[in-house]
T-cell receptor, first 113, second 113 residues
């Protein structure tokens, strides 16, 4: 089945360690996005990519990094520079950057201890 | 992007219509109204979007007032599985900046027996 897959669902890391969250899609979508959600809050955009080998900062990019070497993959690295990394991370994709509908993965809940 | 205002919570009896309001009094002429929903601890799901005409699909109907300053999402026969947070988002059509969505805190809809 086509879809967008995030793994793992739950992730635990020690403070000071970098961690990479996986996001893979087999929908042949050009555009991909990373959002962060804190308890009781809406989603905030971290990074987005309109096409392979291109990405742009969102509203809260500090302490995060991404790459888009393949169309189907858009991994997010949470670095030690991110002050409050514990959150629910959501990856999304859309057919193109102009498409009105975004498809979301099931999310990764990151806990830093 | 225009700001939206939604009630924090609503209740609805199963089988009845759920009418979720959204105010967007500062909406401009080229901004669309989008609705997404998020079931607990899952990724958001696209529901519907519109510019000025009423829209209907298999999930819901979107009624936009003539002055476009408010809209209502209608779930015609709510079920327990419709319990979720519903987000109303106003933004220009996706363009060069990508399909970036700004999610507020939404309306928690609780469907009860």
């Amino acid at each position: 089945d086509g879809g967008i897959t995030q793994s793992p669902k739950y992730l635990f890391r020690k403070e000071g360690q970098n961690v990479t969250l996986s996001c893979e899609q087999n929908l042949n979508h050009d555009a991909m996005y990373w959002y962060r959600q804190d308890p009781g809050q809406g989603l905030r955009l971290i990074y987005y990519s309109q096409i392979v080998n291109d990405f742009q900062k969102g509203d809260i990019a500090e302490g995060y990094s991404v790459s888009r070497e393949k169309k189907e993959s858009f991994p997010l690295t949470v670095t030690s520079a991110q002050k409050n990394p514990t959150a629910f991370y959501l990856c999304a994709s859309s057919i193109t950057a102009r498409s009105p509908e975004a498809f979301f993965g099931q999310g990764t809940r990151l806990t830093v201890v | 992007d225009a700001k939206t205002t939604q009630p924090p919570s609503m209740d609805c009896a199963e089988g009845r219509a759920a009418n979720l309001p959204c105010n967007h009094s500062t909406i401009s002429g080229n901004e669309y109204v989008y609705w997404y929903r998020q079931i607990h601890s899952q990724g958001p799901q696209y529901i519907i979007h519109g510019l000025k005409n009423n829209e209907t699909n298999e999930m819901a109907s979107l009624i936009i007032t003539e002055d476009r300053k408010s809209s209502t999402l209608i779930l015609p026969h709510a079920t327990l599985r419709d319990t979720a947070v519903y987000y109303c988002i106003v933004r220009v059509a996706p363009g060069g900046g990508g399909n970036k969505l700004t999610f507020g805190t939404g309306t928690q809809l609780k469907v009860e027996l």
